[in-house]
């Protein structure tokens, strides 16, 4: 029998939370961005009127403003932000314990046990938007499917407000006419290959040779190819299960030897970029990081340190790396492997209470990174991991891709 699962995703989410909190919002048109006070400050979110101007998430606030005059800023209270978002999981979970988070306002539910108890698959969804509409004042749109990645495509096909139920019998021709992009895991770099192939929609995909996909992008060709063909079969994490997460790391083998302090800081970069987005993602900070450094000869070595303030922002995480590498590694001598991982991991909302003006010197430059930081998280949620990252790490030889 197939499942019934359901993807539910927040409509302009940050800007839904700042209308419910703040009524004289809902009327004018408004979108939250990092600096009110920065032109230069970038849209993370706008609500429908602001959308009417063609407010674009990502571009400055001085372009938004040459658009709409009028426009109304609110800064980002990203700690709101987790608290609604645990507010909305509370509701699935009402109707099911499978639930699984996928990001702060985006989770799957399998609801293939409860339809007794609750009607089926559309009218479950359709009474969670009534309710955290009336409840919570957030609009959600809901996919319905016999799959994780279709019910997250049907999410996506109709908005805001709106429930969308892909089935056996439409799936080919709702989802087959999108572009390949609008699948999961195709990012940039993949979307590039499979355009060399002329395969431009899902469609072109899941009619592909299997074969050839997989040949020109490896296992994740196998993936995306199943995923078009609507082939997924992987669970729904029941809330109980979910794995406690105890470390966060990624390490790559370069394709060339790092050889000197350029390539090591290009290397690190990159690691500790992924890393405190994954922290970010999970709100988690971590206390320890941890360095392994594996050279030509598989020689490897791993140094731990604790860092001064429990943190997930990128600059930290690459600051301490480089000290640790400095004075672990003869630098010059090659590196093969590396791999960050943080470690001692809280959640962020305890810690930030603890890091007054007073008691920590940095916290202004803290702030700062922060905000920057978590701009590019929602930059890259919505455009992909390779949207935006440091300049230095676009143009490498090292094998560091962003994308994917
Ligand atoms: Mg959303």
Request: charged share 25%; with cysteine.
């Amino acid at each position: 029998m197939d499942r019934t699962i359901l993807h539910c995703d927040c409509n302009g989410f940050y800007a839904s939370v700042e209308c419910a909190m703040h009524p004289e919002y809902k009327n004018v048109p408004m979108a939250v961005c990092g600096d009110p006070q920065n032109r230069h400050g970038i849209i993370l979110a706008k609500n429908e009127l602001a959308k009417k101007y063609n407010v674009q998430t990502a571009e400055t606030i001085w372009q938004a403003k040459r658009k709409c005059p009028d426009l109304v800023l609110a800064a980002a209270h990203h700690r709101e932000y987790q608290r609604y978002s645990r507010m909305i999981n509370a509701i699935y979970q009402r109707f099911t314990d499978r639930v699984e988070p996928f990001s702060i306002d985006e989770s799957w539910l399998d609801v293939t046990g409860c339809q007794n108890l609750f009607g089926d698959g559309k009218q479950i969804a359709d009474t969670l938007r009534n309710t955290i509409r009336e409840e919570l004042g957030i609009t959600i749109s809901a996919g319905v499917s016999f799959n994780k990645i279709y019910a997250k495509l049907g999410s996506d096909y109709k908005k805001p407000d709106a429930t969308t139920v892909i089935t056996r019998g439409n799936y080919q021709e709702l989802l087959f006419p999108l572009p390949v992009s609008a699948l999961m895991y195709v990012g940039r770099s993949a979307r590039e290959q499979l355009d060399k192939l002329y395969i431009k929609t899902i469609g072109d995909l899941a009619r592909s040779d299997k074969r050839l996909i997989a040949g020109k992008l490896g296992k994740v060709g196998e993936l995306i190819h199943d995923y078009a063909n609507g082939i997924d079969d992987s669970p729904v994490a029941s809330i109980y299960e979910q794995r406690e997460i105890k470390s966060v790391g990624n390490g790559i083998t370069f394709r060339r030897n790092l050889t000197g302090i350029e390539d090591i800081r290009l290397g690190v970069r990159a690691l500790c970029d992924t890393v405190a987005g994954r922290l970010r993602k999970h709100g988690l900070k971590c206390q320890t990081l941890q360095v392994t450094i594996k050279d030509p000869q598989f020689k490897v070595i791993t140094r731990q340190r604790p860092l001064p303030f429990p943190t997930n922002l990128s600059q930290e995480l690459i600051d301490l790396s480089l000290e640790i590498v400095s004075s672990s590694w003869r630098i010059g001598a090659p590196i093969r492997m590396l791999a960050i991982t943080g470690s001692g991991l809280i959640p962020a909302d305890q810690v930030e209470e603890q890091l007054s003006f007073y008691t920590n010197p940095d916290a202004p430059a803290r702030k700062k990174q922060e905000k920057l930081e978590n701009a590019m998280d929602i930059i890259r949620e919505k455009y992909g991991q390779g949207a935006i990252s440091f300049g230095t790490v676009i143009h490498n030889d090292l094998g560091i891709e962003k994308d994917d």
